[in-house]
Protein backbone atom coordinates (compact mmCIF):
# COMPACT_ATOMS: atom_id res chain seq x y z
CA UNK A 1 0.00 0.00 0.00
CA UNK A 2 1.76 3.35 -1.22
CA UNK A 3 0.84 6.47 1.09
CA UNK A 4 1.50 10.24 0.62
CA UNK A 5 1.59 12.24 3.32
CA UNK A 6 -0.02 15.92 2.96
CA UNK A 7 0.90 18.43 5.84
CA UNK A 8 -0.86 21.65 3.82
CA UNK A 9 -3.55 22.73 1.34
CA UNK A 10 -1.45 22.00 -1.40
CA UNK A 11 -2.58 20.84 -4.89
CA UNK A 12 -3.89 17.64 -4.02
CA UNK A 13 -6.04 18.70 -1.09
CA UNK A 14 -7.17 20.95 -3.10
CA UNK A 15 -8.42 18.31 -5.94
CA UNK A 16 -10.07 16.59 -2.63
CA UNK A 17 -12.08 19.59 -1.88
CA UNK A 18 -13.80 20.40 -5.73
CA UNK A 19 -14.20 16.65 -5.24
CA UNK A 20 -16.70 17.89 -2.26
CA UNK A 21 -18.00 20.68 -3.70
CA UNK A 22 -17.32 21.62 -7.70
CA UNK A 23 -19.67 18.64 -10.17
CA UNK A 24 -17.85 19.94 -13.23
CA UNK A 25 -14.60 18.35 -11.42
CA UNK A 26 -16.09 15.74 -9.91
CA UNK A 27 -17.14 14.32 -13.54
CA UNK A 28 -13.61 15.45 -14.93
CA UNK A 29 -11.54 13.33 -12.52
CA UNK A 30 -14.53 10.28 -12.67
CA UNK A 31 -14.37 10.22 -8.99
CA UNK A 32 -16.50 11.64 -6.23
CA UNK A 33 -15.03 11.98 -2.09
CA UNK A 34 -17.33 9.72 0.65
CA UNK A 35 -17.22 9.81 4.07
CA UNK A 36 -19.39 7.59 7.24
CA UNK A 37 -18.69 4.44 8.32
CA UNK A 38 -22.30 2.73 6.43
CA UNK A 39 -21.08 4.62 3.26
CA UNK A 40 -17.42 3.16 3.08
CA UNK A 41 -18.98 -0.26 4.30
CA UNK A 42 -21.52 -0.61 1.47
CA UNK A 43 -18.88 0.87 -1.16
CA UNK A 44 -16.67 -1.84 -0.35
CA UNK A 45 -19.26 -5.04 0.15
CA UNK A 46 -20.70 -3.92 -3.75
CA UNK A 47 -17.11 -3.95 -4.92
CA UNK A 48 -16.75 -0.32 -5.88
CA UNK A 49 -13.55 1.39 -7.05
CA UNK A 50 -12.08 2.64 -3.83
CA UNK A 51 -9.18 4.91 -5.82
CA UNK A 52 -7.84 6.38 -2.24
CA UNK A 53 -8.53 6.40 1.71
CA UNK A 54 -7.72 9.99 3.70
CA UNK A 55 -7.14 9.85 6.92
CA UNK A 56 -4.64 11.08 9.93
CA UNK A 57 -3.03 8.47 11.32
CA UNK A 58 -3.79 9.46 15.10
CA UNK A 59 -7.01 8.82 14.86
CA UNK A 60 -8.05 5.54 13.80
CA UNK A 61 -10.20 3.31 14.97
CA UNK A 62 -9.26 -0.71 14.75
CA UNK A 63 -12.42 -0.55 12.26
CA UNK A 64 -10.57 1.77 9.80
CA UNK A 65 -7.09 0.45 10.05
CA UNK A 66 -9.18 -2.81 9.18
CA UNK A 67 -10.34 -1.10 6.10
CA UNK A 68 -7.28 0.91 5.34
CA UNK A 69 -5.18 -2.78 5.61
CA UNK A 70 -7.97 -4.86 3.48
CA UNK A 71 -9.23 -2.42 0.62
CA UNK A 72 -7.08 -2.19 -2.78
CA UNK A 73 -6.62 0.92 -3.14
CA UNK A 74 -3.96 3.21 -5.71
CA UNK A 75 -2.75 5.21 -3.22
CA UNK A 76 -3.77 6.22 0.31
CA UNK A 77 -3.23 9.66 1.82
CA UNK A 78 -1.99 10.57 5.27
CA UNK A 79 -3.59 14.39 6.22
CA UNK A 80 -3.08 16.31 9.33
CA UNK A 81 -5.87 16.52 12.06
CA UNK A 82 -6.83 20.18 10.90
CA UNK A 83 -6.44 19.35 7.39
CA UNK A 84 -9.24 16.24 8.14
CA UNK A 85 -11.56 18.81 10.06
CA UNK A 86 -11.53 21.49 7.37
CA UNK A 87 -12.21 18.65 4.86
CA UNK A 88 -15.13 16.39 6.74
CA UNK A 89 -18.91 17.78 6.41
CA UNK A 90 -19.34 16.78 9.98
CA UNK A 91 -19.74 18.01 13.49
CA UNK A 92 -17.39 15.34 14.50
CA UNK A 93 -14.68 15.03 12.09
CA UNK A 94 -14.62 11.71 10.30
CA UNK A 95 -11.58 9.59 11.25
CA UNK A 96 -11.25 8.09 7.25
CA UNK A 97 -12.90 9.48 3.84
CA UNK A 98 -12.10 7.79 0.50
CA UNK A 99 -12.40 8.87 -3.05
CA UNK A 100 -14.06 6.77 -5.36
CA UNK A 101 -14.41 6.17 -8.69
CA UNK A 102 -17.96 6.22 -10.57
CA UNK A 103 -19.66 3.85 -12.33
CA UNK A 104 -20.94 3.48 -16.09
CA UNK A 105 -24.35 4.57 -16.59
CA UNK A 106 -25.44 1.91 -18.48
CA UNK A 107 -29.24 0.89 -18.38
CA UNK A 108 -28.34 -2.61 -19.98
CA UNK A 109 -25.55 -3.41 -17.23
CA UNK A 110 -28.53 -3.75 -14.83
CA UNK A 111 -29.82 -7.42 -14.28
CA UNK A 112 -33.39 -7.07 -13.42
CA UNK A 113 -35.71 -9.54 -11.31
CA UNK A 114 -37.88 -12.01 -13.38
CA UNK A 115 -40.65 -9.90 -12.94
CA UNK A 116 -39.31 -6.44 -13.29
CA UNK A 117 -39.85 -3.42 -11.10
CA UNK A 118 -37.91 -0.50 -12.18
CA UNK A 119 -38.69 3.41 -10.79
CA UNK A 120 -38.02 6.53 -12.81
CA UNK A 121 -37.25 9.84 -11.47
CA UNK A 122 -37.74 12.81 -13.44
CA UNK A 123 -35.48 15.82 -12.84
CA UNK A 124 -34.82 15.39 -9.59
CA UNK A 125 -33.85 19.12 -7.82
CA UNK A 126 -33.31 18.42 -4.21
CA UNK A 127 -30.28 16.81 -3.17
CA UNK A 128 -32.53 15.29 -0.08
CA UNK A 129 -35.10 14.07 -1.92
CA UNK A 130 -32.76 12.31 -3.89
CA UNK A 131 -30.98 10.24 -1.71
CA UNK A 132 -34.50 9.37 0.18
CA UNK A 133 -35.94 8.26 -3.06
CA UNK A 134 -32.29 5.99 -3.63
CA UNK A 135 -33.30 4.98 -0.28
CA UNK A 136 -36.77 3.91 -0.18
CA UNK A 137 -35.99 1.90 -3.97
CA UNK A 138 -33.31 0.11 -2.15
CA UNK A 139 -35.83 -0.80 0.74
CA UNK A 140 -38.83 -1.37 -0.56
CA UNK A 141 -37.26 -4.20 -3.60
CA UNK A 142 -36.65 -2.15 -6.97
CA UNK A 143 -34.59 -2.94 -9.44
CA UNK A 144 -33.18 -0.18 -10.60
CA UNK A 145 -33.80 3.83 -10.59
CA UNK A 146 -33.26 5.88 -13.27
CA UNK A 147 -32.67 9.38 -13.55
CA UNK A 148 -33.73 11.95 -16.31
CA UNK A 149 -32.95 14.86 -17.72
CA UNK A 150 -30.92 18.17 -15.98
CA UNK A 151 -30.96 16.82 -12.02
CA UNK A 152 -29.14 17.44 -9.03
CA UNK A 153 -25.60 15.72 -8.86
CA UNK A 154 -25.74 11.71 -8.08
CA UNK A 155 -22.40 12.01 -6.79
CA UNK A 156 -23.20 15.20 -4.47
CA UNK A 157 -22.32 14.27 -0.87
CA UNK A 158 -25.44 15.66 0.77
CA UNK A 159 -27.09 13.09 -1.81
CA UNK A 160 -24.71 10.36 -0.93
CA UNK A 161 -25.35 10.98 3.13
CA UNK A 162 -29.02 11.20 2.64
CA UNK A 163 -29.34 7.52 1.01
CA UNK A 164 -27.90 6.67 4.13
CA UNK A 165 -25.58 3.46 2.49
CA UNK A 166 -28.54 2.43 0.16
CA UNK A 167 -26.25 4.98 -2.41
CA UNK A 168 -23.87 1.90 -2.61
CA UNK A 169 -26.82 -1.01 -2.48
CA UNK A 170 -28.65 0.28 -5.39
CA UNK A 171 -28.46 0.59 -8.87
CA UNK A 172 -28.91 3.84 -10.25
CA UNK A 173 -28.52 4.91 -13.95
CA UNK A 174 -28.30 8.53 -15.26
CA UNK A 175 -30.51 9.08 -18.68
CA UNK A 176 -29.95 12.48 -20.30
CA UNK A 177 -30.72 10.94 -23.95
CA UNK A 178 -34.82 10.14 -24.02
CA UNK A 179 -34.58 8.10 -26.99
CA UNK A 180 -32.61 5.64 -25.79
CA UNK A 181 -34.75 5.43 -22.87
CA UNK A 182 -37.52 4.77 -24.99
CA UNK A 183 -35.62 2.57 -26.36
CA UNK A 184 -34.82 0.49 -23.63
CA UNK A 185 -38.44 0.81 -22.62
CA UNK A 186 -39.65 -1.19 -26.07
CA UNK A 187 -37.24 -4.19 -25.66
CA UNK A 188 -38.85 -4.64 -22.22
CA UNK A 189 -42.32 -4.28 -23.10
CA UNK A 190 -41.42 -7.16 -25.81
CA UNK A 191 -39.56 -9.10 -23.27
CA UNK A 192 -42.53 -8.80 -20.77
CA UNK A 193 -45.75 -8.41 -22.66
CA UNK A 194 -47.42 -6.78 -19.39
CA UNK A 195 -44.79 -4.72 -18.73
CA UNK A 196 -46.48 -1.41 -17.27
CA UNK A 197 -45.55 2.23 -17.07
CA UNK A 198 -47.49 4.03 -14.17
CA UNK A 199 -47.01 7.60 -13.90
CA UNK A 200 -47.67 9.41 -10.43
CA UNK A 201 -49.81 12.99 -10.67
CA UNK A 202 -51.31 15.19 -7.73
CA UNK A 203 -54.31 15.48 -10.04
CA UNK A 204 -57.47 13.48 -9.75
CA UNK A 205 -56.68 10.24 -11.16
CA UNK A 206 -57.04 6.84 -10.59
CA UNK A 207 -56.27 5.76 -6.89
CA UNK A 208 -53.14 3.55 -6.61
CA UNK A 209 -54.72 1.23 -4.72
CA UNK A 210 -57.01 0.22 -7.50
CA UNK A 211 -54.55 -0.44 -10.29
CA UNK A 212 -52.92 -3.28 -10.50
CA UNK A 213 -48.98 -3.08 -9.52
CA UNK A 214 -48.63 -7.40 -9.71
CA UNK A 215 -47.11 -7.06 -13.34
CA UNK A 216 -43.85 -5.72 -14.66
CA UNK A 217 -43.68 -2.43 -14.30
CA UNK A 218 -41.87 1.37 -14.15
CA UNK A 219 -43.36 3.80 -11.82
CA UNK A 220 -42.19 7.47 -13.03
CA UNK A 221 -42.01 10.34 -10.57
CA UNK A 222 -42.27 13.55 -11.39
CA UNK A 223 -40.09 17.08 -10.70
CA UNK A 224 -40.83 18.54 -7.28
CA UNK A 225 -42.31 21.49 -8.92
CA UNK A 226 -43.11 20.66 -12.22
CA UNK A 227 -44.18 16.70 -12.32
CA UNK A 228 -43.82 14.48 -15.16
CA UNK A 229 -43.18 16.21 -18.22
CA UNK A 230 -45.44 16.00 -21.05
CA UNK A 231 -43.51 13.13 -23.04
CA UNK A 232 -43.52 10.28 -19.89
CA UNK A 233 -47.06 11.88 -19.44
CA UNK A 234 -47.74 10.38 -23.02
CA UNK A 235 -46.13 7.19 -22.65
CA UNK A 236 -47.69 6.10 -19.65
CA UNK A 237 -50.21 3.22 -19.47
CA UNK A 238 -52.20 4.94 -16.49
CA UNK A 239 -51.42 7.76 -14.50
CA UNK A 240 -52.15 7.21 -10.84
CA UNK A 241 -52.16 9.27 -7.53
CA UNK A 242 -52.66 9.33 -3.71
CA UNK A 243 -56.05 9.86 -2.29
CA UNK A 244 -55.63 12.49 0.52
CA UNK A 245 -57.89 13.87 3.62
CA UNK A 246 -60.87 16.13 1.81
CA UNK A 247 -60.03 17.79 5.01
CA UNK A 248 -56.55 18.40 4.61
CA UNK A 249 -54.66 21.47 4.02
CA UNK A 250 -52.23 19.87 1.69
CA UNK A 251 -52.43 19.86 -1.93
CA UNK A 252 -50.12 17.11 -2.81
CA UNK A 253 -47.02 14.84 -1.15
CA UNK A 254 -43.48 15.24 -1.10
CA UNK A 255 -42.21 13.29 -4.39
CA UNK A 256 -39.75 11.16 -2.20
CA UNK A 257 -42.91 10.29 0.34
CA UNK A 258 -45.23 9.87 -2.44
CA UNK A 259 -42.77 7.47 -4.32
CA UNK A 260 -42.49 5.72 -1.00
CA UNK A 261 -45.98 4.84 -0.62
CA UNK A 262 -46.77 3.89 -4.09
CA UNK A 263 -43.44 1.71 -4.00
CA UNK A 264 -44.76 0.39 -0.63
CA UNK A 265 -48.39 -0.62 -2.54
CA UNK A 266 -46.18 -2.48 -4.94
CA UNK A 267 -44.90 -4.61 -2.32
CA UNK A 268 -47.89 -5.22 -0.95
CA UNK A 269 -50.06 -6.33 -3.81
CA UNK A 270 -46.89 -8.60 -4.97
CA UNK A 271 -47.75 -10.12 -1.39
CA UNK A 272 -44.36 -9.54 -0.16
CA UNK A 273 -45.11 -7.68 3.18
CA UNK A 274 -44.56 -9.08 6.25
CA UNK A 275 -42.77 -11.43 4.16
CA UNK A 276 -39.45 -10.42 2.91
CA UNK A 277 -39.35 -7.13 3.80
CA UNK A 278 -37.63 -6.36 7.36
CA UNK A 279 -39.06 -3.93 10.42
CA UNK A 280 -37.35 -0.61 9.43
CA UNK A 281 -38.93 1.57 12.18
CA UNK A 282 -36.93 2.34 15.57
CA UNK A 283 -40.11 3.09 17.25
CA UNK A 284 -42.12 0.12 15.98
CA UNK A 285 -42.35 -1.77 12.50
CA UNK A 286 -43.71 -0.27 10.13
CA UNK A 287 -42.63 -2.06 7.17
CA UNK A 288 -39.99 0.83 5.47
Not at 55 to 60: F, H, K, S, T
Request: hydrophobic residues 35%; contains cysteine; charged residues 25%.
Amino acid sequence: MQETKIYSRNSTFQKFEVLKTNRNKRYRYHEFLVEGVRSLNEAVKNNWEIHSFLYDRANLSDWAKDMIRSTHTEMNYCLTGELMRELSGKEDTSELMAVIGMREDSLESVKLSERPFVVLFDRPSNKGNLGTMIRSCDALGADMLILTGHAVDLYDPEVVVAAMGSFFNMPVIRMEDNRELFGYLEKLKRRFPDFTVLGTTAHNEKPIWEVDLTAPLLLMAGNETMGLNRAFKEYCDVLCTIPMSETSYASSFNVSCAASIMMYEVTRQRGQCGKQLQCGGAAGCTGV
